[in-house]
């Protein structure tokens, strides 16, 4: 089992940036890759950004070139740095993590939302 706790949501005005983390637990060494997806209201849940154990990163076509995913791996920990921060970028922010049996495991979200 892993557990996740994101923070670092809130309002920001657009244009500007915020820094969410997200802190796993439990049976880490399980975990293949990290990520965040969002969810806006009314649409489907979509990949922002993700990176592996060995550190490859993959990006949204939205996001790329604004976002940035790190990773720490002595504090268990993921970051996505968000810059230029857009009004569509207003969404539910769920950090997330693959097992290498195939399971998901999903934080319980943070609101972004970024007013215009």
């Known amino acids: 089992q892993v557990h996740l706790v994101e923070s670092g949501g809130g309002l920001v005005q657009a244009g500007g940036s915020l820094r969410l983390s997200c802190a796993a637990s439990?049976?880490?060494?399980?975990?293949?890759?990290m990520g965040w997806y969002r969810q806006a209201p009314g649409k489907q849940r979509e990949l922002v950004a993700s990176?592996?154990?060995?550190?490859?990163?993959n990006y949204a076509d939205s996001v790329k070139g604004r976002f940035t995913i790190s990773r720490d791996n002595a504090k268990n920990t993921i970051y996505l740095q968000m810059n230029s921060l857009k009004p569509e970028d207003t969404a539910v922010y769920y950090c997330?993590?693959?097992?290498?049996?195939?399971?998901?495991?999903w934080g319980q979200g943070t609101q972004v939302t970024v007013s215009s």
């Open positions: 997330n993590a693959e097992s290498n049996l195939g399971w998901d495991y």
């Open positions: 990176v592996t154990t060995g550190g490859s990163t």
């Open positions: 439990g049976n880490i060494f399980s975990i293949n890759a």
